[in-house]
T-cell receptor, first 110, second 115 residues
Framework: DAKTTQPNSMESNEEEPVHLPCNHS???????IHWYRQLPSQGPEYVIH???SNVNNRMASLAIAEDRKSSTLILHRATLRDAAVYYC???????????FGSGTRLQVQP | DTEVTQTPKHLVMGMTNKKSLKCEQH?????MYWYKQKAKKPPELMFV???????INESVPSRFSPECPNSSLLNLHLHALQPEDSALYLC??????????????FGPGTRLLVL
């Protein structure tokens, strides 16, 4: 599986935007970029995914570099409830499984 | 209904016990998964079922035995576990053939302690 690299932790202030980076230099042409997050004491939760183009949904935006070797998850206005571990995952639909990396622990300060 | 339910929430068992974890979804998903998560670590895939057939076994020891009796249910039978098997066991489900990556929906997990 292609590997992703994320910072171990990041801090943000409430109501400010947060940009969570992910490097995936060995991504293949068929890998989708998925983001999940895991709030304390809960199972992981889907956030967003994309292939080549930038994506927006009600939770976040995903910006994908033109060469697809990196991506950024954008939370437009962080809230205290966004404090979680965010995982950037490359998914090969042929395998149908998620390989989680170590993720980024996001702390949100009031 | 986008919920995956798991029972029990917590389980304590001895090394000679036999127990089962249960997972249920009613979203019509035909792929179901077991993941294991140790404390402060990311989830690790254990098994994948597709159309009630085992499609991936990530070299999991035989003391873990999965079962998919129908399209809504997934069980994980536990026997002769070791203390190092203590972890959060997560179940997930997804559509098959959704093309773009088959978003997985996770349950809250069963926290297992093996004494």
């Amino acid at each position: 599986d292609a590997k992703t690299t994320q910072p171990n932790s990041m801090e943000s202030n409430e109501e400010e935007p947060v940009h969570l980076p992910c490097n995936h230099s060995t991504i293949s042409g068929t890998d989708y970029i998925h983001w999940y997050r895991q709030l304390p004491s809960q199972g992981p939760e889907y956030v967003i995914h994309g292939l080549t183009s930038n994506v927006n949904n009600r939770m976040a935006s995903l910006a994908i570099a033109e060469d697809r070797k990196s991506s950024t998850l954008i939370l437009h206005r962080a809230t205290l409830r966004d404090a979680a571990v965010y995982y950037c995952i490359l998914m090969d639909t042929g395998r149908r499984a998620l390989t989680f990396g170590s993720g980024t622990r996001l702390q949100v300060q009031p | 209904d986008t919920e995956v339910t798991q029972t029990p929430k917590h389980l304590v068992m001895g090394m000679t016990n036999k127990k089962s974890l249960k997972c249920e979804q009613h979203m019509g998903h035909r792929a179901m998964y077991w993941y294991k998560q140790k404390a402060k670590k990311p989830p690790e895939l254990m098994f994948v079922y597709s159309y009630e057939k085992l499609s991936i076994n990530e070299s999991v020891p035989s003391r873990f035995s999965p079962e998919c009796p129908n399209s809504s249910l997934l069980n994980l039978h536990l026997h002769a576990l070791q203390p190092e098997d203590s972890a959060l066991y997560l179940c997930a489900s997804s559509q098959v053939g959704a093309g773009e990556g088959e978003t997985q929906y996770f349950g809250p997990g069963t926290r297992l302690l093996v004494l």
